[in-house]
């Protein structure tokens, strides 16, 4: 009902797989405005029941632009480290610096990655023997192994 249908799902579990993954420092910047903060638990929730993710998340990337992230949620992607936002779509094509959106997963065949618990989000994380193992915020779960296939 509220934003046009494919093109933005792929850009929703992206957004929200980074929402996921820096949950606490977007609530931290989100704290000073009362909506803003609300909004985190909206989307999150949303995702969480499959309600409507899309338009409580845009309204929070605008928010952040307001506050002076230009880029808004894409502003938190990490652009090295051990999370990836992928989203399954062969068609993505490279996307933004760091944002790894298809196809590159082929670099690193046959090993196992961590992901959102329930395929709530598009967040991809890479073990890291010296780190736990991330919560996704979205399910409030441990990431689930995943063999690459
Ligand atoms: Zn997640």
Do not use: F
């Not at 598009?122 to 890291?128: I, L, Q, T």
């Not at 193992?133 to 689930?144: E, I, S, W, Y």
Request: with cysteine; aromatic share 4%.
């Amino acid at each position: 009902m509220s934003e046009a249908p494919e093109r933005t799902r792929d850009e929703v579990a992206v957004m929200l797989a980074i929402l996921c993954t820096h949950t606490d420092q977007i609530r931290h910047t989100l704290h000073p405005t009362a909506q803003g903060a609300a909004l985190v638990e909206e989307v999150l929730r949303a995702a969480r029941t499959g309600a409507d993710v899309a338009t409580p998340l845009h309204t929070l990337d605008a928010i952040l632009q307001s506050l002076g992230d230009a880029h808004g949620v894409y502003a938190y992607a990490e652009t090295s480290g051990p999370h990836t936002y992928t989203c399954g779509v062969a068609s993505a094509g490279s996307g933004a610096r760091g944002l790894h959106l298809a196809g590159i997963d082929s670099a690193r065949p046959g090993e196992a990655d961590y992901r959102c618990p329930a395929g709530l989000c598009a967040r991809s994380w890479r073990p890291d023997p010296a780190s736990p193992v991330p919560t996704c915020h979205v399910t409030a779960q441990p990431l689930r192994r995943t063999p690459r296939t």
